[in-house]
Every structure is written in structure tokens, then in C-alpha cells.
């Protein structure tokens, strides 16, 4: 049973460019989270799918931000013009329906310069 | 006020002794609660989850639950080293995601 992946793990990029992040659940795990940490904080949500729907975004998720999970496996989170304040530890973490036990993959470092 | 509460720290105990760590959640509708540790510049590791009131135990771990007062606690018996990291507690948010809303975290220090 392998645990959560996410891909890639760090990621330097120059302010207004595009990024995007993967997270690989385990692998009988429906429900996918992902999640934002600054420094100093604990994290913070940013959306969930149930398989491929995606059922909630938080208000932090501005228009930048987008998420996807076509077939309800993998899911991909692209960051559009990328600004300083997006600089943070991305966290996806998957979990199933009837259980509220989410595991953590080992997350995305994004530094924007 | 926070929807979860944690002492930030840094908690600062020698080995041997016990750690507390606590945490106080705001939305009376929450189920379910979870303490991750998280070492620095790693991601969060669930250790203990706790869903009805009173005492949970498992290993050098206790968690501790009382609804009526909004309550989460964990306790470590005979700290150790490696123990030293960030606490994070984490409260479900009710509704059909279940997302999990964090706690600041605890920073805790063991001293040999």
C-alpha cells in the first residue's frame, strides 16, 4: 500500500509564470484534498473532490487557481501568474467516503521569486 | 476568534517526562478530531484521531476529548528525542467534505 505522491516536490518559479503540482492518492482512496501551509502556520484547505467531482472550493482558491481530477485518480493543481504571497508547502491528502482519516503526501514546495 | 485554538509554543520538556498539548475548536458540530506531528520542513503525520469523549490511548500517546468544553488534548508519556516537532491538532468542519480546519500548531522541544 503505497502512500500518498506529489510531483514535483519543490518548485522555483518567477513571479507571472504557470505552475502545476500532482498528487498521485492511495490508490482506493475517492476523496482527494488539497491543502496550503505558510510558514508558521498549520494548513489551510483549498479544495476537495469526491472521485472526479469537484464538491467544495475554499475563498482562498482565487480565479489563479484551478484543480482538476479527470478520472477520479491523479489530480493536478495549476497556479496561473504566479505572485509572491503564492509561495507556500502544498499539501494533497486522500482519504474515503465514511471516514474522515486523511493521510498527507509529502507536499510541494513553491517559492515564487 | 480562530476556529482552532493551539498554544503555539515553543513547549519545552525533558525526556522522560510528559508532554501535554492542548487544543480548543469552536464549531460545536465537529465529529471527528485528529493530532498530526510534523517535522520541520516535512508534512503532516497523523498520529492519534479521536472521536467520542474521554481518553484514547495508543502507545506513549493519549488523546483526550470533551465536547462539552470544546477540548482536545494529547498527551506523551516518557518523551523522547525524536518527539521534538510541530503538533498540529485538526477538527473536522462537519458538512459533506469533512475537510479538516488546523490549529496554528504546538511547537514541542524534548531535552535530553
Known amino acids: 500500500d503505497t502512500g500518498v505522491s506529489q510531483d514535483p516536490r519543490h518548485k522555483i518559479t518567477k513571479r507571472g509564470q504557470n505552475v502545476t503540482f500532482r498528487c498521485d492518492p492511495i490508490s482506493e482512496h475517492n476523496r482527494l484534498y488539497w491543502y496550503r501551509q505558510t510558514l508558521g502556520q498549520g494548513p489551510e484547505f483549498l479544495t476537495y473532490f469526491q472521485n472526479e467531482a469537484q464538491l467544495e472550493k475554499s475563498r482562498l482558491l482565487s480565479d489563479r487557481f484551478s484543480a482538476e481530477r479527470p478520472k477520479g485518480s491523479f489530480s493536478t493543481l495549476e497556479i496561473q501568474r504566479t505572485e509572491q504571497g503564492d509561495s507556500a508547502m502544498y499539501l494533497c491528502?486522500?482519504?474515503?467516503?465514511?471516514?474522515?482519516?486523511?493521510?498527507f503526501g509529502p507536499g510541494t514546495r513553491l517559492t515564487v521569486l | 476568534q480562530k476556529e482552532v485554538e493551539q498554544n503555539s509554543g515553543p513547549l519545552s520538556v525533558p525526556e522522560g517526562a510528559i508532554a501535554s498539548l492542548n487544543c480548543t475548536y469552536s464549531?460545536?458540530?465537529?465529529?471527528?478530531f485528529f493530532w498530526y506531528r510534523q517535522y520541520s520542513g516535512k508534512s503532516p503525520e497523523l498520529i492519534m484521531s479521536i472521536y467520542s469523549n474521554g481518553d484514547k490511548e495508543d502507545g506513549r500517546f493519549t488523546a483526550q476529548l470533551n465536547k462539552a468544553s470544546q477540548y482536545v488534548s494529547l498527551l506523551i508519556r516518557d518523551s523522547q528525542p525524536s518527539d521534538s516537532a510541530t503538533y498540529l491538532c485538526a477538527v473536522t468542519s462537519g458538512g459533506g467534505a469533512q475537510k479538516l480546519v488546523f490549529g496554528q500548531g504546538t511547537r514541542l522541544t524534548i531535552n535530553p
Open positions: 491528502a486522500s482519504g474515503t467516503s465514511g471516514r474522515d482519516t486523511q493521510y
Open positions: 464549531d460545536r458540530g465537529s465529529q471527528s
